[in-house]
Every structure is written in C-alpha cells, then in structure tokens.
C-alpha cells in the first residue's frame, strides 16, 4: 500500500482565491508527521508547514495551512489567495517512527499552475 | 547558518561508467538521507544515515549504488556502472534528530542524465 497518496496530478487556480491540494497517509504508528514541501521549476525542496500526529489544532503559516483530519487519514494543504509565484509542485510527505530512527516518506505530488 | 551543500550540480556520462555525488549537511545535523527523484515523481529514499551508521538502505540497488558518511558528517553517493535509468536528481537532505519533529532540508541537487 502507497504511505502518501496525492490524487491530482494537476491542478489549475485562479489568482487570489484559495485551493486545496489533497494528501492521504497509511501509517500504523500511534505518533507521526506530516509535512508539505513546493519544489518550483528551479528544482530546491521549500518547507511549508508541518503537523504532529498529536497537534490537536491544524497547523498554519502564513497563507498555508493543513487541514488534518486523523480519523480519515487527511493531510490536505490549503493555499489561500493563490499567487503567480505558487506555480510549482507540491509534495506530501509523512515522518513515521520512534526511538532510534525516523523514515520520511513523500507522495507523487501535485502540479499546482496559478492563472492570472 | 549555511545550508546543504552539494556537488556536482550537473553530471552527464555515458552507461556504464561511475559517478560519484558528494553532500555536506547542516552542521549539527545528525540525520542524513539521499533521495532519488526521476523526473515527474516524487523523492524516493535511497538511504538514510543516523551520525555515520546505515539505518535504512532498503531501496538502495546495492549492485551498483553506494553510500558512505565517514565521521558522522558530509556523504557520498556512488553509482557504478551507471544505467540509462539512472537518470534523475539526487537530493540529499539533513535533519536534527528531535523527536516528534525533524523538519528535512534539502540540498539543490545533484541532475544526472545517462547516455
């Protein structure tokens, strides 16, 4: 079974409104992470946000935020006011493990294109 | 504080020979782990190191890749004898060892394209 699942290839948002790019997990561990990463054309890894298996609020930073729902296995992440500069692809990614090592796991990914 | 390091940024060679990518981390960082990324997916770990210690190589095609961190610091990853499919972008990243959290950066990759 795939760890993180991203289901849309691509998606297309208009300027200034916001989109939700969606992300499952399967994990068995009790305390895990979830982490967002954009990777523009030019190729770097950016950190956008991230969310503890046991953070009972939904983690924000700046115009993100992830909207966790643990019950579903739901680690989507929300772009509001969509800017020409969140044209990139967006990654999923899961921290599973304890004690002596952690594996992070990443989804296929989501091609976001903002339009003007 | 200065970020993951790599080198080369760009290698093309033919099947058949051997390259050899080089990762500095972030000081400090005790976690050390090389992606593979072809082009259109997702990062795939090849291996990850713990200090200078080998804790998940799982993915690694030991045939033809491998991996060393001497002294717990920079890393090295070599394929020999390197496959057409073998083309793509080698990430290394780093991270601190801190429970329940362990954000990765990411180098700006190594491309490797085969012939």
């Known amino acids: 079974a795939q760890k993180i699942t991203q289901t849309q290839p691509g998606m297309f948002v208009q300027e200034k409104e916001a989109v939700t790019l969606d992300c499952t997990y399967d994990?068995?561990?009790?305390?895990?992470?979830l982490f967002w990463y954009k990777q523009p054309s030019s190729g770097e890894m950016i950190f956008l946000i991230y969310?503890?298996?046991?953070?009972?609020q939904n983690a924000t930073e700046g115009r993100y935020s992830l909207n966790f729902q643990k019950a579903r296995k739901s680690a989507n992440l929300v772009i509001s006011a969509s800017q020409l500069g969140d044209s990139a692809m967006y990654f999923c990614?899961?921290?599973?493990?304890?004690?002596?090592?952690?594996?992070?796991?990443f989804g296929t990914g989501t091609k976001l294109q903002v339009i003007p | 504080e200065a970020g993951v390091a790599q080198s080369p940024r760009y290698k093309i060679i033919e099947k058949r020979q051997s390259v050899a990518f080089w990762c500095n981390p972030i000081?400090?960082?005790?976690?050390l782990y090389w992606y593979q990324q072809i082009l259109g997916q997702g990062p795939k770990l090849l291996i990850q190191?713990?200090?200078?210690?080998?804790?998940?190589d799982s993915q690694l095609p030991k045939d033809r890749f491998s991996a060393e961190r001497l002294k717990g610091v920079d890393s090295t990853l070599k394929i020999q004898p390197a496959k057409l499919e073998d083309s793509a972008v080698y990430l290394c990243?780093?991270?601190?060892?801190?429970?329940?959290?362990?954000?990765?950066?990411f180098g700006e990759g190594s491309r490797l394209t085969v012939l």
């Open positions: 990243a780093s991270s601190k060892f801190v429970r329940n959290t362990g954000e990765l950066f």
């Open positions: 994990t068995s561990d009790q305390s895990y992470g």
């Open positions: 969310q503890g298996s046991y953070d009972e």
């Open positions: 990614a899961m921290r599973e493990g304890d004690g002596g090592y952690q594996k992070v796991t």
């Open positions: 000081s400090g960082h005790a976690t």
């Open positions: 190191f713990q200090n200078n210690g080998v804790v998940d």
